[in-house]
């Protein structure tokens, strides 16, 4: 049972560089959002999804994109790599209702120098 | 927009004390508040709670929520070096279902 499965696990970015963090889950989870976690802080919501074709901004929405074709597959798109985008990301996803616990995926440890 | 805070943001405690963890919030539509415990990656699930009043409970770990004053507590009794950790906290907002974290708070137990 693989769960969400984040690719990369690591990455490093050059100024101005764009780049995919992909996120599928096999849980036919209608909800997944994305989050950033600076060192020694919470986590940061991206962008949302609430269902295939259907995306929402959070609260650090600037600099990224998101796409949600398929009820698996949520990626996000980092356009024009900026020093302050150095974080880790997490995906996550839940099933129907929301309230129930989010699974998240290991998390992706962006550099961009 | 909405808001959670926790406190304290760091805490270090001796090997077998008591803590009790706060986390506050301003949601409009509040659905729920999640707990999670994060050690060196992702964070895992702790707590869900949706009623006021209704602790729960695992092992030395339990929680409770006030919808009146709007905040929760997650107590840890006779903790142990692996409860250090960032423990988190969220809100679920009914009407556009966004979680909304906290800055978590660092919880370093020394042996």
């Known amino acids: 049972n693989a769960g969400v499965t984040q690719t990369p696990k690591f990455r490093i970015l050059k100024i101005g560089q764009s780049m995919t963090l992909q996120c599928t889950q096999d849980?036919?989870?209608?909800?997944m959002y994305w989050y950033r976690q600076d060192p020694g802080m919470g986590l940061k919501l991206i962008y949302y999804?609430?269902?295939?074709?259907?995306?929402d901004k959070g609260e650090v929405p600037n600099g990224y994109n998101v796409s949600r074709s398929t009820t698996e597959d949520f990626p996000l798109r980092l356009e024009l790599a900026a020093p302050s985008q150095t974080s880790v990301y997490f995906c996550?996803?839940?099933?129907?209702?929301?309230?129930?616990?989010?699974?998240f995926g290991e998390g992706s440890r962006l550099t961009v120098l | 927009e909405d808001k959670v805070v926790q406190s304290p943001l760091s805490l270090v405690v001796h090997e077998g004390d008591t803590v009790t963890l706060n986390c506050s919030y301003e949601?409009?539509?509040?659905?729920?508040l999640l707990w999670y415990k994060q050690e060196k990656k992702a964070p895992t699930f702790l707590f869900m709670l949706?009623?006021?009043?209704i602790e729960k409970k695992s092992g030395r770990l339990s929680s409770i929520l006030d919808k009146k004053e709007l905040f929760s507590i997650l107590n840890i009794t006779a903790t142990q070096t692996g409860d250090s950790a960032i423990y988190l906290c969220?809100?679920?907002?009914?009407?556009?279902?966004?979680?909304?974290f906290g800055t978590g708070t660092r919880l370093t137990i020394i042996p």
């Open positions: 996550a996803s839940t099933g129907g209702d929301p309230t129930g616990e989010l699974f």
């Open positions: 849980m036919n989870h209608n909800y």
């Open positions: 999804s609430v269902g295939a074709g259907i995306t």
């Open positions: 949601v409009t539509n509040f659905r729920s």
């Open positions: 949706t009623s006021s009043g």
């Open positions: 969220a809100a679920v907002n009914f009407g556009n279902e966004k979680l909304t």
